[in-house]
Nanobody
Framework: QVQLAESGGGLAQAGGSLKLSCTVS????????MAWFRQPAGKEREAVGC????????DISKSVKGRFTFSRDDAKNMVWLQMDNLQPEDTATYYC???????????????????WGQGTRVTVSP
């Protein structure tokens, strides 16, 4: 059974930082590209960025470029999303997702991902 579990969400002030983690089990992790999505309350889910099987980050959302950093450790079956200089508009539930398309092709499309976590909530106050 494939499981993705996010952690690390919480409350931050504008300008602050949070680091989200996603632990994966039940699949050959190094065969998968991993992405982060987010969904603000009442809005559609949007892609944040994708980390290829090689560890290289694909294109990322313009809204987070320069502030968010993606990383993965295949030995630990984990990916991380380091979020710096957080802004109130970053408030959302954040999800990690896995795709067998290991090169992050169509990385920003939800349909590309076979497996999803339950999400972790991030709230950024002004």
């Amino acid at each position: 059974q494939v499981q993705l579990a996010e952690s690390g969400g919480g409350l931050a002030q504008a300008g602050g930082s949070l680091k989200l983690s996603c632990t994966v089990s039940g699949l050959q992790f190094d065969d998968y590209a991993m992405a982060w999505f987010r969904q603000p309350a009442g809005k559609e889910r949007e892609a944040v960025g994708c980390t290829k099987w090689s560890g290289q980050t694909s294109d990322i959302s313009k809204s987070v470029k320069g502030r968010f950093t993606f990383s993965r450790d295949d030995a630990k079956n984990m990916v991380w999303l380091q979020m710096d200089n957080l802004q109130p508009e970053d408030t959302a539930t954040y999800y990690c997702a896995a795709t067998g398309n290991w090169n992050c092709v169509r990385w920003n499309q939800e349909a590309s991902y076979a497996y999803w976590g339950q999400g972790t909530r991030v709230t950024v106050s002004p």
